[in-house]
């Protein structure tokens, strides 16, 4: 049967994963304000993209795409950040029903909360992983469009430069 120190374990991995929850949605943001100000300047100038463009002697193709890498990022991060759908430790008016007929004893109830938090756990861990991966792959857009426009601003500014 059941003791309160398993209880506690499987209460921490709950736990574990609310956090988890926590620090991505922090993530997302943190992606969210360095896209935001990135395409927020795209769109801003967007008129005199094409005008850069020649100016600078670039292919538009060339700064379309470093835009678009940035869109794809954002796209990842809203997809990451979707209403998620997490599992609660324990319902509350579910665990009174217990009470109703024949109280539990302490081991009985200990054994529920562990399955509780185990299911809950388990599911929200699988949601954890897919936010993770979307961010994670945002992050590699995001850091791809970065590199992009050093890469164009490094060519712009070079004389002569090869495009």
Known sequence: MASKEHYEFFKFLYEEEVSRYSVLGARAQLYI???????????????????AAKVLKLPLWLLLTAASLFIVALSLVVLA????????????????????????????????????FAVAATEN?????????????AGYALSAAIVG????????ILPGHIL
């Open 81 to 116: 950040m979707w209403i998620r759908s997490y599992q609660t430790a324990n319902e509350p008016e579910k665990v009174l029903n217990e009470f109703i007929d024949t109280p539990p004893d302490n081991e009985e109830f200990f054994d529920n909360r562990i399955i509780d």
């Open 33 to 51: 304000s360095v896209i935001g100000f990135f395409v927020g300047a795209v769109v801003f100038k967007a008129s005199d993209l094409g005008e």
């Open 149 to 156: 426009l050093l890469i164009i601003l490094m060519l712009a």
């Open 125 to 137: 861990a699988k949601e954890n992983n897919r936010v993770a991966n979307c961010l994670l792959y």
